[in-house]
Structure formats: structure tokens, C-alpha cells
């Protein structure tokens, strides 16, 4: 019903930016989450930055004023703008969607198989 694909992903030198996207097929219609997260070798995944329905957003300590969340629902697209990239900024970046759960329905969440982001000289 829901898929995501990443793209954006790449090769950029310290300093760099990048803009990750997320393109999403079929139709959401229940409140929803969606998110930027990051895994790099050896580590836990963990999240980069989200974003509401309601357009609410909220950053890892680490990204913070460096990176940018953002939705284009005509669009169908998740965005995250990376910028100032360092090293640590290396890792396998997944998109995420979380439909809340009703009394009829379960809560879900949807991944995307990700896109590398390489930062290095």
C-alpha cells in the first residue's frame, strides 16, 4: 500500500550539502509521522529528524541547524536538507512513515531501503 524510495544519497566533501528525497506511492489518510533516520556501520539506528502532520518538527542534537526536514504532500516527497556535512554525518539514511493506530486499525510503519551519504576528502 505505502512504499518509500530514497534518493539524494552520495559522495560530498566536508562542508558539503546534500538534499535526500523520499518519494512516496499510494495515499495516506490517517494521522501519520514521517522521519529521517541514520545507521552507520557498527551503530544503532537512530533518528535524524521528523516531522508531524501538523508540520512540528524535531532534530537530533546532533543535526540540529544543520539539517532541514521537510514535506511536499502534493508532491508525495520527504525531504532533508543536509548541510555543513561532517564525517560523523556518514552513514546509510532511511525515510520512515508511522500511521497511527485507531480502534480499527493497527499503527504501521514503512521504510525505505535507504540511500548512503559518504562525507569524506
Known amino acids: 500500500q505505502v512504499q518509500l524510495v530514497e534518493s539524494g544519497g552520495g559522495l560530498v566533501q566536508p562542508g558539503g550539502s546534500l538534499r535526500l528525497s523520499c518519494a512516496i506511492s499510494?495515499?495516506?489518510?490517517?494521522?501519520?509521522?514521517m522521519g529521517w533516520y541514520r545507521q552507520a556501520p557498527g551503530k544503532q539506528r537512530e533518528l535524524v529528524a521528523l516531522i508531524t502532520s501538523s508540520g512540528n518538527t524535531h532534530y537530533a542534537d546532533s543535526v540540529k541547524g544543520r539539517f532541514t526536514i521537510s514535506r511536499d504532500n502534493a508532491k508525495n516527497t520527504l525531504y532533508l536538507q543536509m548541510n555543513s556535512l561532517s564525517p560523523e554525518d556518514t552513514a546509510v539514511y532511511s525515510c520512515?512513515?508511522?500511521?497511527?493506530?485507531?480502534?480499527?486499525?493497527?499503527?504501521?510503519?514503512?521504510w525505505g531501503q535507504g540511500t548512503q551519504v559518504t562525507v569524506s576528502s
Open positions: 499510494g495515499s495516506i489518510f490517517r494521522l501519520n509521522t
Open positions: 520512515n512513515v508511522y500511521l497511527l493506530g485507531t480502534a480499527v486499525l493497527p499503527s504501521r510503519n514503512y
